[in-house]
């Protein structure tokens, strides 16, 4: 089903003053006006730029491996890296693609180009395009073109966030729970159900994992529960520990 906030777009699309270049999934480079891409599946396509590394560079590209697409998706720092794994633990994205697309637009000085960090599906069918960078590092032109790239995703019916650093606490919860991401710690699915039942009322994590069993077959199982959502914690406030009050989802099994 397409989202009402892309029909309402598509007039708006087809009067875009914005053009997008990008290289489909199976290789293949092309170009063509916004309005006659806005459902492409910008999810699965490949980067429309490398990720160099030369020594003395400053910043760290690397891939990141995503366990909803089961492949790498690339990233040009490690604050990049830190938002792809935001990005494959929130449960309303299920699937994401890194420097997806060249947009370009007029000024008044010619042509201009942009190439986003990210485009992520959501679950309900819409699109969002992601722009991370630290908010002392922004510069003019780059509030310029954060600027266009809102406004062209406004025309075809996505969401625009421009993101920065990520608040310490939340962050070291997730990058621990990512070790735990990959589909193979949840294969005991006993365990899983047991866990789950065990948490139906909060309690704290180790002494619920303990009523499941030994802790060292346990805990693997349960925290890559916490990382698909069906258990919850508070990622907030502390940093995950063994006292840490631990509920199953409504509804859950």
Request: contains cysteine.
């Amino acid at each position: 089903m397409v989202p009402v906030s892309v029909v309402a777009a598509w007039a708006g699309a087809a009067r875009s003053r914005f053009g997008v270049s990008f290289v489909d999934a199976s290789g293949v480079g092309r170009e063509e006006p916004l309005a006659g891409c806005w459902n492409t599946a910008f999810e699965q396509v490949l980067p429309v730029r490398r990720f160099p590394s030369f020594k003395g560079q400053r910043n760290f590209p690397g891939w990141w491996w995503s366990c909803k697409t089961g492949r790498h998706v690339g990233h040009e720092s490690w604050l990049e890296r830190d938002h792809a794994m935001l990005l494959d633990f929130d449960e309303q994205v299920v699937a994401f693609s890194s420097q997806p697309f060249r947009l370009s637009w007029p000024d008044e000085a010619g042509w201009r180009s942009h190439v986003p960090d990210f485009f992520a599906r959501l679950a309900d069918g819409s699109g969002m395009v992601l722009d991370i960078r630290a908010d002392d590092r922004i510069e003019p032109s780059d509030a310029e073109a954060f600027a266009a790239t809102r406004d062209a995703c406004t025309e075809v019916g996505w969401s625009f966030r421009r993101v920065g650093v990520v608040d310490p606490v939340f962050l070291g919860n997730v990058r621990w729970l990512s070790r735990y991401r990959h589909p193979r710690c949840g294969r005991r699915h006993e365990v899983a159900d047991h866990l789950v039942e065990a948490f139906a009322e909060p309690a704290p994590l180790l002494e619920g994992a303990g009523r499941v069993g030994d802790p060292l077959g346990v805990l693997p199982v349960l925290y890559h529960l916490i990382w698909r959502g069906v258990l919850r914690a508070d990622l907030d406030s502390a940093v995950l520990s063994s006292s840490s009050v631990v509920v199953a989802r409504d509804g859950e099994r």
